[in-house]
């Protein structure tokens, strides 16, 4: 069975950093996608960045130089390392790995 299980949420005043991880257990047969989305209060789920063909890195122009994703195969864990937070990256944030999902972190940046 497949589970995808994030940490690295919380809270934190603006313009701090946190590190998001998402760790893969159980077999997925094929890995088609890798990504982070977040869903804000009264918003819709939106992308925040993925891998794109030949694995480049793709990010909403909202978090574009301030957010970083990565990943380790060793680990099976994917990353998103968020710098220069602002109070609208308040969200809950999601991973999404072959077409699966993790159960969400929150974020809270306070201002």
């Known amino acids: 069975q497949v589970q995808l299980v994030e940490s690295g949420g919380g809270l934190v005043q603006a313009g701090g950093s946190l590190r998001l991880s998402c760790r893969v257990s159980?077999?997925?047969?094929?890995?088609?996608?890798r990504g982070w989305y977040r869903q804000a209060p009264g918003k819709e789920r939106e992308l925040v960045a993925d891998f794109i063909s030949g694995g480049l890195p793709n990010y909403a122009d909202s978090v574009k130089d301030r957010f970083t994703i990565s990943g380790d195969n060793a680990k099976r864990t994917l990353y998103l390392q968020m710098n220069s937070l602002k109070p609208e990256d308040t969200a809950v944030y999601y991973c999404?790995?072959?077409?699966?999902w993790g159960q969400g972190t929150q974020v809270t940046v306070s201002s």
């Open positions: 159980g077999n997925i047969f094929r890995i088609n996608s």
């Open positions: 999404n790995i072959g077409g699966y």
